[in-house]
């Protein structure tokens, strides 16, 4: 009976490695809720950004301006872009369009306008960045063989690339890409022979 007695209970040298274990696991726990609490905050910057795109990318390509018939006219020899979508008019439109975007530059290449606006939302600040490319896309096979967009096609496709760069530090202006999107602008094209018709 008082062997049985003497084996109930641990020792001090048992609590004692116990509570060790526990302190190690119990660190191990505790330095994983800041990793998570980061995940979830980047998760949850990139999701708005995300949505931000996506929205702000309707609101660029479904524009009315963007929708209306254009007379269609000769390619600028130097460049093989349709006249009615010159730099001008792009410039001119995007600047009308009430989007808020002023016009940052022309590619080295000259394939695409840079437009840019700051946009705030709930304590944070978005850059936006939107490239217009001039160059028609190829719509039919006919067009990916000549590299370049018909005229007897109808719709012409110009391509539009969206950025959503984020304010990191909040006042310095130190901006990185947190969302990114694709998109086309169309025009609707007639030549001047057809509308002459349809306005008679």
């Not at 009976?1 to 505790?30: D, H, R, Y």
């Not at 009315?64 to 001008?88: A, C, R």
């Not at 909040?170 to 998109?183: C, I, W």
Request: hydrophobic share 35%; net charge negative; proline share 2%.
């Amino acid at each position: 009976m008082n062997k049985l007695k003497s084996q109930q209970g641990l020792t001090l040298v048992e609590v004692l490695a116990a509570l060790v274990i526990l302190g190690i696991v119990f660190v191990g726990i505790m330095t994983v809720f800041p990793q998570m609490t980061l995940f979830n905050n980047k998760t949850e910057a990139k999701l708005d950004t995300m949505n931000l795109a996506r929205q702000e990318m309707v609101n660029i390509t479904t524009a009315e301006k963007w929708q209306k018939i254009v007379l269609m006219e000769p390619d600028d020899p130097s460049t093989n872009i349709p006249t009615f979508l010159s730099e001008s008019k792009i410039k001119a439109e995007m600047m009308n369009s009430g989007l808020g975007y002023s016009f940052n530059t022309l590619s080295s290449t000259s394939q695409f306008l840079r437009f840019e606006k700051i946009y705030e939302s709930n304590s944070k600040k978005y850059l936006y960045e939107v490239d217009m490319y001039l160059q028609c896309e190829a719509y039919t096979n006919t067009d990916a063989v000549s590299g370049g967009c018909e005229e007897k096609e109808k719709d012409k496709l110009h391509k539009v690339h969206l950025k959503v760069l984020i304010e990191q530090t909040p006042g310095t202006g130190d901006y990185v890409v947190n969302s990114e999107t694709f998109s086309y602008l169309t025009y609707s094209s007639i030549n001047e022979t057809s509308s002459e018709s349809e306005g008679d």
